[in-house]
């Protein structure tokens, strides 16, 4: 009988993790797909492109598909779409395991989200981040002066002309001290805004759905609107890291910031600040961060809501 019930709720832990994990990669790649054409200006203006860094968000779209073309908008989408679906499925599976055991252990306290949120976003970065340094390099290119043709032969001149492994992770310590502000406040603020909209006004924010904890289900623009501001917050906190991630990834196709690849985290910051400043160094591209990143975020989370309910899976939160 106890084997019986163990095989049981192995199976059914199973086909939560399987199904949670295809919810997040769907949710990854819509989000990063909606967003590619600002991301892609976000970088060239991160890194100082010399073609691009006097423009500004939107006169710097304008150009590409003036100077390259439309589809020059997403170039580099086809290494973020290959990093992205195990990236999102990663972070959010990884949220669904690690809410229940941290919040335990805190006695399912608030701040457990935040952790929660923190943790699955480290565990994601571990396991993607090279391919992020090779979508930068691509997205960076422009028509004319292309280094690298694709993923492959990206990922293999990195490692035989910059030093091996090490040329992939180039970055990462800024990218994992950002994405415990982020991914920790994006999780924490969209579940305290989902919480507080179910509690206090659900009639305008919430329908029923009788599979989920307290039978309801938030409305698509209460979604939208939850992981919106989840987004913006996040951002504000994490950026600098961001800006100092891409500038490191992407020094040794800057020939004035050779230098800066051996800097580390710390002196790249250091040189950005002292440089440029913080309007114009550490939070320069900000405008249209906060333009990819509100629907960026408010997308992803909403994706993942709804494919958890086409799953059948439980989306909604006990109201005490």
């Known amino acids: 009988m106890e084997a019986g019930k163990a095989s049981s709720t192995n199976t059914r832990s199973t086909e939560f993790i399987t199904k949670s994990l295809l919810a997040g990669g769907v949710a990854g790649m819509f989000s990063k797909t909606t967003v590619a054409p600002l991301d892609r200006v976000k970088i060239l203006l991160q890194a100082h492109n010399r073609h691009y860094k006097q423009h500004g968000v939107f006169s710097g779209l304008v150009k590409i598909v003036k100077f390259e073309n439309l589809w020059a908008l997403y170039k580099g989408n086809g290494a973020q779409m290959v990093r992205i679906f195990p990236y999102a499925a990663t972070q959010f599976t990884s949220y669904e395991v690690y ?12 701040f457990s989200k935040f952790l929660s949120g923190s943790a699955a976003g480290i565990t994601a970065v571990l396991l993607t981040y090279p391919l992020d340094t090779i979508r930068a390099r691509l997205a960076f290119q422009i028509t004319g002066e292309h280094k690298y043709s ?12 910059e030093g091996g492994s090490r040329a992939l992770y180039r970055g990462f310590t800024p990218t994992v001290l950002g994405m415990i502000p982020y991914a920790g406040l994006s999780f924490y603020c969209f579940e305290g805004l989902k919480y507080c909209c179910m509690k206090h006004i659900p009639q305008w924010t919430c329908e029923p759905c009788p599979i989920n904890s307290g039978g309801l289900v938030l409305k698509l623009s209460a979604k939208l609107l939850c992981g919106g501001f989840a987004g913006a917050i ?22 004035d910031k050779h230098r800066w690849r051996e800097l580390g985290m710390f002196g790249t910051l250091t040189q950005i600040y002292k440089q440029e400043g913080i309007a114009y160094g550490l939070y320069r591209g900000m405008s249209i961060n906060y333009l990819r990143a509100i629907p960026m975020v408010a997308v992803s989370f909403t ?18």
Do not use: C, W
Request: no cysteine; glycine share 6%.
């Open 99 to 110: 809410k229940p055991i941290i919040g335990n252990l805190m006695g399912q306290h608030h």
């Open 234 to 255: 996040a951002q504000s906190f994490a950026y600098p890291f961001d800006v100092t991630r891409r500038r490191m990834q992407l020094a040794q196709m800057t020939p």
């Open 150 to 161: 694709g993923i492959t032969h990206t990922a293999i001149t990195m490692f035989k002309e």
């Open 303 to 320: 994706t993942y809501e709804l494919m958890k309910q086409m799953l059948k899976l439980d989306t909604g939160i006990k109201i005490e």
